[in-house]
C-alpha cells in the first residue's frame, strides 16, 4: 500500500549544536500525534557524527514517528539548506524550525489547521523568547491580536516580510517555494524572506495568534561558516558590520520583489521596517560607545531608514534615554496591550 504524504514536514536545518538538537526534536515528539513527519538536513558541521547520532537515537526512542535524516555532502550555509530541505521533504507544507529552538505545546495542531485552509501559502505566527539558562520569558512577539487571514498582493507582503526574519515556526507550500529557487541572496541569511514574498503574490497568509514556536536565547551562532556567508558574517559575534549587512540584505530582496514582480512594495516594506527598527538600534546601541552608535545610525540612514518618522523617534529617544529606559517603556506597552503595538495599516481579515 502507498503512503500518503504527511500534511506537514518539520524541516530543522542542523549544524554544530547537537545538545540544542536534542531538545529540539523532543519539543517535537511533544506535540499531538498527527498527520506530520520530520526531516533534518545537517550541514557538513564540525560536529556532524554526533549530530547524526542524536537523530539516530531520537528516532530510535520514538518509533511512532516518522524521522529522516540527510547529511549534506558539502557545506551550503543556512540559505542553501533552506533549499535542501525544501527538496527533501514529504510535506505538502514546510515549517521551519532553529536546531537551538524548541516548539510550544500543540503548535502542530495550530498549524495544520491554518494549512488546511484554502489556498493558504504562508503562515506566520506569534513566537516568544526564554533565557536558554534560567528559562524564564524574555519577551513575547504577538504581531495581530488574533488569527488573521491575509489575502494575496502586496499588502500581505509587506505585513509578512520584515516578521518572517525569525524562522522557526514559519511556514510555506512546499510546491508553491521550490517554485521560485534560487541562489541570488545566498550568504544573507534571509532566503525565507525572498520565498515569502513570491508565495503572497499568488496565495494567502494566514497569522496564528498562539504562541507557536520558543527562542532560547544565549546560545552561539554559526552564520558566516559557509563560503557564501564569510564576506558578511563572522561566527560568534555580532558586529556592526554585520548588522548593516544583514539589513542591506532586507533591502536588496524588497528591491528585488519590486523590479521584478510587484511595483511599488519596497516602499511599503522599507516602510514597515522603520515602523519597528528600534531592535536594530537597540542592540548596537547596548554594545557600542555613542560615537560608534551614531556612525552605525548614519550608515541605517543612509540605506533608507533616514526618511522615516519613527527611525528617528526611536534614534533620539536611545540617545537621550538609554537603551534601559528605552527597553522599559517598550515593553511596558507590549505588555499592557498583550501584543505588539500595530503601527499603521492592517492587510489582515480576522478569523472568526
Known amino acids: 500500500m502507498v503512503q500518503s504524504s504527511p500534511k506537514l514536514s518539520v524541516c530543522i536545518p542542523a ?6 538538537l536534542m531538545y529540539a526534536l523532543q519539543s517535537v515528539a511533544e506535540q499531538d500525534h498527527g498527520n506530520w513527519d520530520i526531516l533534518v538536513c545537517e550541514d ?74 484554502p489556498n493558504v501559502g504562508v503562515v506566520l505566527r506569534a513566537w516568544k523568547s526564554v533565557d536558554k539558562e534560567t528559562g524564564k520569558d524574555v519577551e513575547q512577539h504577538r504581531y495581530f491580536p488574533d488569527d488573521q487571514i491575509f489575502p494575496s498582493g502586496t499588502a500581505s507582503v509587506a505585513a509578512f516580510f520584515r516578521r518572517s526574519v525569525f524562522i522557526s515556526g514559519l511556514t510555506v507550500n512546499r510546491a508553491a517555494a521550490q517554485q521560485f529557487h534560487t541562489d541570488r541572496f545566498d550568504g544573507m541569511l534571509l532566503y525565507q524572506l525572498y520565498l515569502v514574498g513570491r508565495i503572497l503574490l499568488e496565495m494567502d497568509g494566514y497569522y496564528v495568534s498562539d504562541i ?31 548588522s548593516l549587512s544583514f539589513i542591506k540584505g532586507l533591502f536588496e530582496i524588497a528591491s528585488s520583489l519590486d523590479k521584478e514582480f510587484a511595483a511599488g512594495v519596497y516602499k511599503m516594506i522599507s516602510r514597515d521596517i522603520a515602523r519597528y527598527c528600534y531592535p536594530m538600534l537597540e542592540i548596537q546601541a547596548q554594545r557600542l560607545n555613542k560615537r560608534e552608535y551614531r556612525n552605525y545610525a548614519r550608515q541605517l540612514a543612509e540605506l533608507g531608514l533616514g526618511d522615516y518618522f519613527w ?27 498583550g501584543r505588539t503595538p500595530v503601527l499603521g495599516e492592517n492587510a489582515g481579515q480576522s478569523v472568526k
Open 44 to 117: 557538513h558541521s564540525p560536529r556532524a557524527a554526533e549530530i547524526a547520532a542524536v537523530v539516530s537515537n531520537f528516532s530510535r526512542e520514538h518509533p511512532a514517528l516518522d524521522v529522516h535524516f540527510v547529511a549534506n555532502e558539502k557545506n551550503l550555509g543556512y540559505d542553501g539548506n533552506l533549499r535542501n530541505l525544501l527538496d527533501n521533504a514529504h510535506g505538502e507544507y514546510c515549517l521551519f524550525m532553529g536546531d537551538d529552538d524548541v516548539l510550544a505545546e500543540g503548535s502542530l495542531k495550530r498549524v495544520i489547521a491554518a494549512v488546511s485552509r
Open 311 to 337: 527611525f528617528w523617534l526611536y534614534h533620539y529617544a536611545l540617545m537621550a534615554l538609554g537603551p534601559r529606559v528605552c527597553n522599559k517603556m517598550i515593553r511596558t506597552a507590549k505588555k499592557l496591550l
Open 212 to 242: 507557536v514556536a520558543v527562542r532560547r536565547v544565549g546560545g552561539e551562532h554559526f552564520f558566516g561558516s559557509s563560503q557564501s556567508e564569510k564576506c558578511r558574517f563572522v561566527p560568534g559575534q555580532l558586529l556592526p558590520s554585520q
Open 15 to 20: 549544524y554544530n549544536r547537537p545538545e540544542e
